[in-house]
């Protein structure tokens, strides 16, 4: 961890020691924005006023509620129906699902590392939420009711295909499994989920290090000016005094791989992005995790 990052963290505690109700705000959904409403053009996120510190406690509130939502129909003393049931499962995790799009699109395109910290603290978290819920025994017997009981010529098309769809799903996610298989179950998802947020984050180091330093303009064919310009800056960036800089970032290789006459270049490129993650480094992910 660089000393910046442990830095920040501690002034993250020491603000946090100061303001004791800090949780309660941040988890607040007038307080925390990916808990409230988004009173923007079609529901855009409003990223300006997303925080590093609003996620754990936004998603810690949404598994929350959502767990709140599968007790309900679990418990709900009525007979199951494809309403109280197939609808209201379908419907449940609203908030979750906002907030982990939200995360996930932030981490995919746009991460640092409190975010990488966060990606990592929440994978195993969430994989424990989902097995709590895929292999609820009490919520598939009451999606197994409506799957036997229900007259399906009374329902859509729609409606039949996620009746079907819903039992399946907990079926194929083991919820048969009892004892010692579902709990090896449990630890497979669960070190799938941590070596998943690993094999991305060794993915994204090898496409942020990859440089190709081209110095002879005519490499870059017709490549646009504007790109051309970019890809200056992107040379100077990273430490070069002159020449284009291109990456394995897609803006960067896609169009270089169009425009180039090089095709040893082009190949050069090419084989660095598809052997991301596979160059016996530190970032290298073959061979490196085992899933129990």
């Not at 910046?4 to 002034?11: A, E, G």
């Not at 800090?22 to 053009?41: A, G």
Request: glycine share 4%.
């Amino acid at each position: 961890m660089k000393l910046i990052h442990k830095m920040m963290l501690l002034s993250i505690v020491v603000l946090a020691s100061c303001q004791p109700n800090q949780k309660e705000v941040t988890e607040n959904s007038t307080e925390n924005p990916l808990l409230s409403e988004w009173n923007t053009p079609f529901g855009v996120p409003p990223f300006d006023q997303i925080k590093n510190e609003h996620y754990k406690p936004a998603y810690m509130a949404a598994l929350k509620e959502n767990k709140a939502e599968i007790d309900a129909i679990v418990n709900n003393s009525e007979t199951p129906t494809f309403e109280n049931t197939i609808v209201a499962y379908e419907l449940s995790g609203a908030t979750l699902t906002k907030v982990a799009s939200v995360f996930s699109a932030v981490n995919s395109a746009n991460t640092n590392d409190e975010i990488d910290v966060i990606a990592s603290e929440m994978a195993p978290i969430l994989s424990a939420h989902y097995d709590d819920i895929n292999l609820n025994k009490g919520l598939f017997k009451k999606v197994e009711a409506v799957y036997n009981t229900t007259d399906k010529s009374t329902l859509s098309g729609e409606q039949n295909k996620l009746l079907e769809d819903t039992y399946k799903s907990f079926v194929r996610s083991g919820v048969a499994l009892e004892g010692e298989k579902e709990e090896r179950l449990r630890a497979i998802n669960a070190r799938l989920a941590v070596l998943a947020d690993s094999f991305g984050k060794n993915v994204l180091a090898e496409t942020n290090a990859y440089d190709m330093h081209i110095t002879n303009k005519e490499d870059l064919g017709n490549l646009s000016s504007s790109l051309v310009a970019l890809a200056s800056d992107e040379a100077k960036a990273r430490g070069h005094e002159n020449g284009w800089s291109i990456t394995v970032q897609r803006p960067s290789i896609n169009p270089f791989l169009q425009s180039s006459p090089n095709k040893e270049r082009r190949q050069e490129i090419f084989d660095a992005y598809a052997m991301r993650g596979d160059n016996d480094n530190a970032n290298d992910n073959k061979k490196r995790f085992k899933i129990v």
